[in-house]
């Protein structure tokens, strides 16, 4: 049985160690109350982005309880129960993509389905995403004021890349609309959507909560590096 309460060891990515208890009440979509308070603010502390601590639990906390389950090696689910509160206590830093890498980088985890910003060495950032659906898609939209098809793989690519540019707000691209876009290699972009399935489901771009996409531009500078990594496994 676990413990507790547990110390994260001094040398974890996540500041100073602690001694921390949780709750252990089970939570699931729509709980109220202190229980979610603390939760919201314990994801916030590691890194992560539940939104206000207002112990409502709504969508941006439910995006980050995915995150924060799928770092930890627990089966993402709205539910908050044992498990999940025993890695709370005790959580596990993500898994580091580039060992050398760059200390200010994004590294995007097609496995896992997450994305982690470093800032200066330190994990600044870690947000449920949607990648490439890997379904090859032929759409038909009205661009540049006339009817176009276009056709694709819907694949996010490995490899190692740099933010370009970017664009503040609703941006309408020809497959769609892109919430405060910043763009990574040619036409994919990190964005806000407003679904952000557990799957991969975009054409290409990185799709995160709209939570995260509000302050992300004012965390994630022009000309930063982007690794992408891994390859997600449909169960």
Same mark, same amino acid.
């Given at each position: !049985?676990?413990?507790?309460?547990?110390?994260?060891?001094? @040398?974890?990515?996540?500041?100073?160690?602690?001694?921390?208890?949780?709750?252990?009440?089970?939570?699931?979509?729509?709980?109220?109350?202190?229980?979610?308070?603390?939760?919201?603010?314990?994801?916030?502390?590691?890194?992560?982005?539940?939104?206000?601590?207002?112990?409502?639990? $709504?969508?941006?906390?439910?995006?980050?309880?995915?995150?924060?389950?799928?770092?930890?090696? =627990?089966?993402?689910?709205?539910?908050?129960?044992?498990? /999940?509160?025993?890695?709370?206590?005790?959580?596990?830093?993500?898994?580091?993509?580039?060992?050398?890498?760059?200390?200010?980088?994004?590294?995007?985890?097609?496995?896992?389905?997450?994305?982690?910003?470093?800032?200066?060495?330190?994990?600044?950032?870690? &947000?449920? =995403?949607?990648?490439?659906?890997?379904?090859?898609?032929?759409? &038909?939209?009205?661009?540049? $004021?006339? %009817?176009?098809?276009?056709?694709?793989?819907?694949? /996010?690519? &490995? $490899?190692?890349?740099? /933010?370009?540019?970017?664009?503040? #707000?609703?941006?309408?691209?020809?497959?769609? %609309?892109?919430?405060?876009? =910043?763009?990574?290699?040619? @036409?994919?972009?990190?964005? #806000?959507?407003?679904?952000?399935?557990?799957?991969?489901?975009?054409?290409?771009?990185?799709?995160?909560? !709209?939570?995260?996409?509000?302050?992300?531009? $004012?965390?994630?500078?022009?000309?930063?590096?982007?690794?992408?990594? #891994?390859?997600?496994?449909?169960?």
């Amino acid at each position: !049985m676990s413990p507790v309460a547990t110390r994260i060891s001094a @040398g974890a990515h996540f500041g100073p160690s602690a001694t921390v208890t949780a709750p252990r009440k089970t939570l699931k979509l729509g709980s109220k109350g202190k229980a979610v308070q603390w939760l919201q603010q314990r994801l916030a502390e590691l890194g992560y982005r539940p939104g206000t601590a207002d112990g409502r639990y $709504g969508g941006a906390t439910l995006a980050a309880v995915w995150a924060f389950q799928k770092v930890n090696g =627990i089966r993402p689910s709205s539910t908050v129960a044992s498990r /999940t509160w025993d890695a709370l206590e005790a959580p596990k830093s993500p898994q580091v993509l580039v060992r050398n890498g760059k200390p200010t980088r994004a590294e995007v985890n097609l496995t896992k389905q997450i994305m982690v910003l470093y800032v200066g060495g330190q994990v600044k950032l870690i &947000t449920h =995403i949607s990648s490439g659906s890997g379904v090859p898609y032929c759409e &038909t939209a009205t661009w540049q $004021g006339k %009817q176009q098809r276009f056709c694709g793989s819907a694949r /996010t690519p &490995t $490899g190692d890349y740099r /933010t370009t540019w970017r664009a503040r #707000g609703w941006h309408r691209s020809y497959l769609g %609309q892109l919430y405060n876009p =910043i763009f990574f290699n040619g @036409g994919i972009a990190f964005h #806000g959507a407003l679904s952000v399935p557990l799957y991969p489901a975009s054409h290409g771009c990185v799709r995160m909560p !709209m939570n995260v996409a509000e302050v992300l531009p $004012g965390m994630l500078g022009k000309g930063v590096p982007v690794h992408v990594r #891994g390859k997600f496994s449909r169960a």
